[in-house]
């Protein structure tokens, strides 16, 4: 790319400074016959530099066509504005009396523009991949100031048309064509084609207001469908909810009240006494009742039976029940398992225990050979 800005701002500079028997006219013609036949054969890389070094000199070359009065100063008489004369087949360059006119530089320019279009489109129309690459790269570069005529523009457009459809197994280049399509619709539209003609100008126009119409119908007819079918969600959701309130105005099944009963418990030297047990309420259908402890417990039992704090309350007061002494003060058959006797029997099966470790460790053969060194 450096090198490509070089040689044009080299270029530029040479004319500027009036260089003596430098044309520039002669190597803008040399440029452009050597572009139309190098990009059916440059890398991606040459494409990219050689859109860069067009874009800068088609800069300079659009400026003079399209104001006289630039060119006058900046061509007119000048050793760049030097063009051939060959009355008689031969190329002579006669920098003071042959400096070309405004008229023939429109004319020469007309020429170039057609050669580039032609290349371009017969690349963008061919089956080559690199060919279709190499134009869309050095397109998308010179597209502020390339092309300048619509008839061109048009006939990019329509070579641009079948690389975008779907069906392009290419999809690199089909990637490629709708980036540039815009990018030379957005050129066409600010204005870049100076030589847009105003008939096809006046049709482009009506055909842009009836496409911008046909989209309005149908964006309207979209709307209007969205508003249909908002509106029948809304009545469909209207008419659940009313069938809810009617649902939650019957309120919940009534609860069935929890038995109690108390069971007599008498214990040694303590009197009798009594505690307070609770059976297992299924509760309403839904599985709801009141736990032991006359709280009213909203989780649903689902069919599973009691829970399991009131199974293992209902088990230890059955174990009490069975153990406890009889009311009459005789001996009952077990020993009721109260607090005072639960430790009791924790702490004599820890003697135990230690007991039957010494016992084992005095009766090993290790024990008996030490009493027997001693």
């Not at 134009?135 to 010179?142: D, E, P, T, Y």
């Not at 099944?253 to 009594?274: D, M």
């Amino acid at each position: 790319p450096e090198d490509a800005m070089y040689c044009a701002k080299f270029i530029t500079f040479l004319h500027r400074i009036e260089t003596p028997g430098f044309s520039t006219m002669e190597l803008f013609d040399v440029i452009v016959s050597a572009v139309v036949g190098a990009l059916y054969s440059i890398t991606e890389d040459e494409a990219a530099c050689l859109g860069i070094f067009l874009n800068a000199l088609w800069k300079l070359i659009s400026e003079w066509r399209y104001d006289e009065q630039c060119f006058e100063r900046q061509v007119d008489g000048k050793p760049g504005g030097a063009w051939r004369n060959n009355p008689s087949g031969k190329n002579t360059i006669r920098v003071e009396q042959q400096s070309i006119s405004h008229l023939d530089y429109v004319k020469l320019y007309n020429e170039w523009h057609a050669s580039l279009g032609v290349a371009f489109v017969g690349c963008l129309q061919s089956t080559e991949y690199m060919h279709t690459r190499a134009a869309l790269i050095v397109l998308s570069r010179m597209n502020d100031h390339f092309p300048t005529k619509s008839t061109l523009g048009e006939k990019l457009l329509e070579a641009l048309a079948p690389l975008q459809e779907d069906d392009n197994p290419m999809q690199d280049i089909k990637a490629m064509a709708q980036a540039y399509s815009s990018k030379i619709i957005k050129a066409r539209d600010t204005g870049s084609w100076k030589e847009e003609d105003s008939k096809a100008a006046k049709a482009r126009e009506d055909r842009e207001k009836q496409q911008k119409k046909n989209r309005k119908k149908n964006i309207e007819k979209q709307f209007a469908e969205m508003q249909k079918d908002s509106e029948q969600i809304d009545r469909q959701l209207g008419d659940g909810h009313k069938d809810r309130k009617l649902h939650d105005r019957r309120g919940p099944p009534p609860t069935l009240p929890a038995s109690r009963f108390t069971a007599p418990v008498s214990n040694s030297g303590v009197g009798s006494s009594t505690v307070p047990t609770a059976t297992q309420s299924h509760g309403d259908r839904s599985g709801r009742g009141q736990d032991h402890r006359g709280h009213r417990d909203d989780r649903p039992q689902h069919g599973r039976g009691p829970r399991r704090d009131e199974t293992r309350n209902s088990g230890l007061q059955g174990r009490w029940e069975r153990n406890a002494a009889p009311a009459d003060g005789g001996k009952g058959t077990k020993r009721a398992r109260s607090p005072e006797n639960n430790r009791e029997t924790t702490e004599r099966g820890d003697r135990d225990r230690d007991g039957g470790k010494r016992s084992r460790r005095e009766a090993s053969p290790s024990s008996r050979r030490r009493r027997g060194r001693r």
